[in-house]
């Protein structure tokens, strides 16, 4: 198959999963705020989401050169009363997990990089992802079309 016709199958991949992800995206219910797909302003990562029973799934996908891969999976999820943000990078087989300090900030002070991550979101189907603390910190801006 040629490189062209992938990228194209690659970007219309994108398009579905976008289309066949939205929700509504309302500050009432934070178990449904981060539903539906999310592209990074700068276009090179996708985080979708969507909700399996009482827990959020999500994965981190990467756009390089027209081609998308899966780099992270992501849990969103309640025990014993406090939210729950685990992430599972590349190849690794456990999920690092992060407990909710307040709402939509997460951490794990036991986690050498990052030991905080905290979800913003904006007016207009946008949100912010800082990732760390201090001068290592830094702040991806996400979309989701409307």
């Not at 797909?37 to 756009?63: A, F, M, N, Y």
């Amino acid at each position: 198959m040629n490189k062209k016709r992938t990228n194209y199958m690659n970007r219309s991949l994108l398009i579905f999963g976008a289309l066949v992800g939205m929700a509504a995206c309302t500050s009432e219910d934070k178990n449904t705020s981060l539903v539906g797909c999310w592209t990074r302003d700068d276009g090179k990562s996708i985080e979708c989401w969507e909700q399996k029973g009482d827990t959020l799934e999500g994965h981190g996908l990467q756009v390089m050169h027209g081609d998308t891969s899966a780099f992270e999976d992501l849990k969103l999820y309640e025990r014993e009363g406090v939210r729950v943000y685990a992430t599972r990078v590349g190849q690794n087989a456990e999920y690092i997990e992060f407990t909710e300090t307040e709402p939509w900030v997460f951490v794990n002070p036991e986690h050498d990089f990052p030991k905080r991550i905290e979800y913003t979101f904006g007016e207009k189907n946008d949100l912010l992802v800082r990732v760390g603390e201090g001068e290592a910190a830094f702040t991806w801006r996400f979309v989701k079309p409307e």
